[in-house]
């Protein structure tokens, strides 16, 4: 009897699963690959925000050791029907969906709204 070799096909197929299966499983893990809340998210407010924030708008202060406490699940205080951060949820959340500052909207590269927005995703961990 013959014995078939597995197709290319096939064999691109499982490791395509597996790839999946291994993205999703990083997603609530602390593997590498995640976005880190003070490495990642810190620096750009660190580079773009604290210089108003909480001297200009003391409702919401962003500086290191601060920003993460005022920002998760607490309500915007320019419109507390919204909260500032809603783990997994960046489309409710009102750092990313109300332009906070109308005047800067190009304040945030389109690449650190995106990092941003996976640390939401990500549920918008301490870490
Ligand atoms: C030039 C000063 C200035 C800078 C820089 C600035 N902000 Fe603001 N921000 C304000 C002021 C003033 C308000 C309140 C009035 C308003 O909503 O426009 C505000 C409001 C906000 C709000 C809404 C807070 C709430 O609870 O309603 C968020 C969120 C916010 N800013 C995030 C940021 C982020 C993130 C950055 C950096 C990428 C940033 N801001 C940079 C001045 C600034």
């Known amino acids: 009897m013959q014995r078939q070799p597995v197709p290319a096909n096939v064999l691109a197929l499982i490791a395509a699963a597996a ?3 291994g993205l999703v499983a990083g997603c609530g ?13 810190q620096p750009v407010f660190d580079a773009k925000c604290v ?8 409702q919401l202060d962003l500086r290191r050791g601060r920003a993460h406490a005022e920002l998760v699940r607490v309500p915007a205080a320019t419109n507390l029907a ?3 951060v809603l783990p997994g949820r960046p489309e409710l959340s009102y750092l990313l969906t109300h332009p906070p500052d109308p005047l ?4 945030v590269s389109d690449a650190e709204r995106d990092l941003i ?3 939401i995703l990500e549920g918008a961990r301490d870490n």
Do not use: E, I, N
């Open 117 to 119: 927005r996976r640390w």
């Open 104 to 107: 800067l909207v190009d304040l």
């Open 82 to 84: 919204f909260q500032r």
């Open 51 to 58: 210089s108003c924030h909480p001297v200009s708008f003391p």
């Open 29 to 41: 893990g602390t593997q590498d690959g995640g976005v880190s809340f003070a490495r990642d998210v």
């Open 19 to 21: 790839l999946g299966a």
